[in-house]
């Protein structure tokens, strides 16, 4: 009896372990079922890619370039039969030469960009920010790489160039825009001909000083030029006070003489009238003509005399009466 309890017990230990087999077997053949569809089905999720309101997909076949989509949710063949690359399009970006920013109002400089050689052989330190678009994606891609590096590397050289054609002085004051202007113009027809879809929008200088170095002495120089300014505009206003002041004295010392000239010529011509109808009336009597122009000439002499004694050619004082000689009656 005890033989054939032990043969049932060991019996039902062999039952319960081939069924626990069993169920062992059918729970790993489920998990690598399971695990085989979440490879496939991840593995075709790669295929799906969604595409942002301002960027474009760029959709390559075996690694080449076959179209491109637009904004929203896309599905292509999955890797490797297809791949694509999203580039935005429409965000203005920026390469930055003579410095980087790190943060937000933070800024390290870089002094080997900053520095470039002038026409008359100074240097001064450069700051600038190039400003740029991608106008074809395809090419900003696939034509050359790196295209942004390319852009940087394109501005930084016309700028040198630019620079290299005027002096220290031009480049610190008025000469400033022209230069960014000519750079934006320069930069973009290289950019063209390399054909990298890009269009720069704007190359900013935002600093252009002497190196750090000679800052002190380029200070110096232009306190003494902006002295020698203030001084020929003071001379200037001072003539411009002066000449006004002068061109109008001048103007009336010659109304004045002009005036007296004037006068001078009038008074003579009434003189040499006067003197022609004295001369006429003299032709016809020339005694009383004679007499009335010596009472004329003792009334202008002595105007309050009223009798005058004469001392004759034969030394005979005579009395001469300007009453009777006028028809007074001598009281």
Known sequence: MIKLNEFQNRFFWVICYSRRKEKGEMSARLVIIFVTIAILVAYFMTGIYQVGPSQVALVKTFGKYSHTTGPGIHVHAPYPFQTHVIVD???IRKQEIGFRTVRPGQYVQKKEEALILTGDGNIVSVEAVVQFRVNDPVKFIFSVENAEELVKFTTESALREMIAKRTVDEILTAERDKVSYEVHQITQQLLNQYDVGVTIINVLLQEVVPPQSVIAAFDDVNNAKQDKERYINEALKYANNLIPSVEGETRKIILE???????????????????????????????VTETRLKIETLEEVLPKAKRIILLDGSQNITLLSLDKLIGGDGK
């Open 257 to 287: 003489a002009e005036a007296y000239a004037q006068q001078k010529v009038l008074q003579a011509t009434g003189e040499v009238q006067r003197f022609l109808s004295i001369l006429n009336e003299y032709k016809n009597a020339p005694k």
């Open 89 to 91: 399009v429409q965000t």
